[in-house]
């Protein structure tokens, strides 16, 4: 089956350390994207990536980095330059990417990843 | 100030019709979406309108625009305690372009 999968559902860390998200789609997108989502706040963008080896900021960069070598991976890392870290992380895809709009962009949603930092 | 704005919570009894609101900014949103998230989830897009569009039907959804006063609508018929869960707004100038989301309006059906 098609779809977006983020790994793992959980995860732990301690305070200083650095770790990766990882995310994997197999629909043949071209766009994905990471989100931050905190209560009350919504989605935050943080990074997205239209073609392979070419990533954005988003609004809330600061501390994450990310890559993107394959079409079908985005992975973001969460360093020890984040200050609050503690979030649920959402990626997403998307077709088309870039080039005239010619229909909606929908955005297929991964699980999610629920990180604390202890 | 956001570019999307929801209430952040709504409660109905199961069987009545929820009305979800939203209003944007950017006048040149050519697309406007609802988004599903079930707890613990990732979202799942319910319907979109594209600006043109007054009113769009899909089953017991049914989306209003009115791109004159910047609001967007989304009704619940019949609403079910599996309709719980948290309705995101998003905007979008077109399909090359990232959507904006609105902060959510938690929806809370009770029998």
């Known amino acids: 089956d098609g779809g977006i999968t983020q790994s793992p559902k959980y995860l732990f860390r301690k305070e200083g350390q650095n770790v990766t998200l990882s995310c994997e789609q197999n629909l043949n997108h071209d766009a994905m994207y990471w989100y931050r989502q905190d209560p009350g706040q919504g989605l935050r963008l943080i990074y997205y990536?239209?073609?392979?080896?070419?990533?954005q900021k988003g609004d809330i960069a600061e501390g994450y980095s990310v890559s993107r070598e394959k079409k079908e991976s985005f992975p973001l890392t969460v360093t020890s330059a984040q200050k609050n870290p503690t979030a649920f992380y959402l990626c997403?895809?998307?077709?088309?990417?870039?080039?005239?709009?010619?229909?909606?962009?929908?955005?297929?949603f991964g699980p999610g990843t629920r990180l604390t930092v202890l | 100030g956001e570019d999307v704005e929801q209430s952040l919570f709504l409660s109905v009894r199961e069987g009545d019709s929820s009305v979800i609101n939203c209003t944007y900014t950017d006048s040149s949103s050519t697309y406007l979406y609802w988004y599903k998230q079930e707890p613990g989830a990732g979202l799942q897009l319910l319907t979109y309108?594209?600006?043109?569009?007054d009113m769009k039907q899909d089953q017991r959804l049914t989306v209003l625009l009115n791109k004159k006063d910047k609001h967007l609508s989304l009704r619940i018929a019949d609403t079910q305690t599996g309709d719980s869960a948290i309705y995101f707004c998003a905007e979008s100038q077109g399909g090359s372009y990232i959507p904006t989301f609105g902060r959510g309006t938690s929806l809370i059906v009770h029998p």
């Open positions: 990536s239209q073609i392979v080896n070419d990533f």
């Open positions: 309108i594209f600006s043109n569009m």
């Open positions: 997403a895809s998307s077709s088309p990417a870039g080039g005239v709009p010619k229909s909606y962009n929908e955005q297929f």
